[in-house]
């Protein structure tokens, strides 16, 4: 069972809408029933009778597709079948039409050629690509029968809670099977039909910014503005400016008017991303264009009506924020009406693997090899490693791998993994080194980056954990400067004390 009510609206920034991919992990009785159906589709432009009323006396149940849009018709994405595909009576021109079919991942295709046409390039690759085998014509039926068989083995061999995940899933889609993104989904949902505004917390890299935007693809403000505001990325002194916008001769250089973004995403979506990073100044400007629902440019008298749904995210923990007096409390209430929480990478089970082979799915072209999946070490890895970066990372490792891999299946080591599995050989100090940067990242996980709690837990000081993170890569360089000035500030002595 899936859910089918994608909406796919392009926005105004033109982000399409990301689907929610509600693909059930388990499926029911009437799947098992027809697995073992034995079922087969007879791909040609003229099918042969003969054959097919063979294959059906040999047990198959036969569909026949005449063409590509017969194929995605008749093709269920979550049962296997065996697919027989003529080749020879496609010309040339109709080949690259076939690769939408061939390209099912639960159909194990046999290619049947004339002599002549494996001559082509274009037969050849589509038969090394996307088939088990292939036959010269003319062909027994009794050898077409065997090699059905075997192709419709190897692909019930598949793991179908992988491609259940994968089925429904397009090329900007949010992937998501596990108990905590089907409630994120459902959240999504929910709050997409209110105008109450809405708080994303989670860490970096989880994805807050899609999550905005597939709320606002999903709401009634859907054919409106989506502004997106980095707050952490628009220098200090222009932010004013940036936001309210200005009059004609507010300050020198101010030659005409312009349009702040909250103006500009009137009727629309405000999407306020690190908000956490938004000066005390700008806070308090902000908290009063929320209270009032008006702004006023800079320079200008007029103030101006602007009603706009406000999303805001940060990977900040703003409660300690607030205690720091560093974010204003009455800002945050009026910012967090509702508030989502993405979850870590981390905590979504097989939706990592699923969500690897999305990747290697949407970006396998940028490498010339044809890469056919993961190898067990890799799948090993994937599951071990504790992804501080999240989806993000992820896809940053994939595509890495996908451009490094030598052989047919990406690596643990191709996704530089390889100390998260059993079989690598590693010196007793690397091994060491591993479990140290392993324990430094949990911690400064579990206390989102706080280096004095972090430190405790660790039973080291905060300048020993700051020097470690240096040398196991784990600063972050935007706050590198920051974070050592108040370790240099913090009258700790440089002693190390692990
Ligand atoms: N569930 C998902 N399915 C598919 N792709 C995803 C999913 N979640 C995140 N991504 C992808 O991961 C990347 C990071 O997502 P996004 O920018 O939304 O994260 P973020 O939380 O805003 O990160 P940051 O804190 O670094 O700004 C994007 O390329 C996004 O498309
Ligand atoms: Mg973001």
Redesign the pocket.
Known sequence: MRDTSHLTAAGPLGASAPPLSLAHSKRGSEHERQADERLLVYFSRAPEDALVDHLKLCGWTVSLARTPSDCARLIRPDVPYAGIVDLSRFTARELAALETSLRQPLVGWVALASPDRLDEPDVRRLIRSYCFDYLRLPAAAQTVDYLAGHAFGMVTLTDLDLVAGMASVGDD????TCDA?QQLFRTIRKVANTDAAVFIS?E???????TAVAIHERSPRRNQPFVAINCGAIPHHLLQSELFGYERGAFTGANQRKIGRVESANGGTLFL?EIGDLPLESQASLLRFLQEGRIERLGGRESIAVDVRVIS?T?VDLESAMRDGRFRADLFHRLCVLRID?PPLRARGKDIEI?AH?ILHKFKTDSARRIRGFAPSAIEAIHKYNWPGN??EL?NRVRRAIVMAEGKLIGADDLDLAQFTEQQTMTLAQAREAAEKRAIESALLRHRHRLNEAATDLGISRVTLYRLMGSHGLRDPAASEEKAGEADDSGEGKTATE
Request: glycine share 18%; proline share 0%.
């Open positions: 889609e949010m992937v998501g993104m989670g970096s890299g989880t994805g807050k910014e899609l991303d995210a990977h993405e969500l999305h989806v993000r896809i």
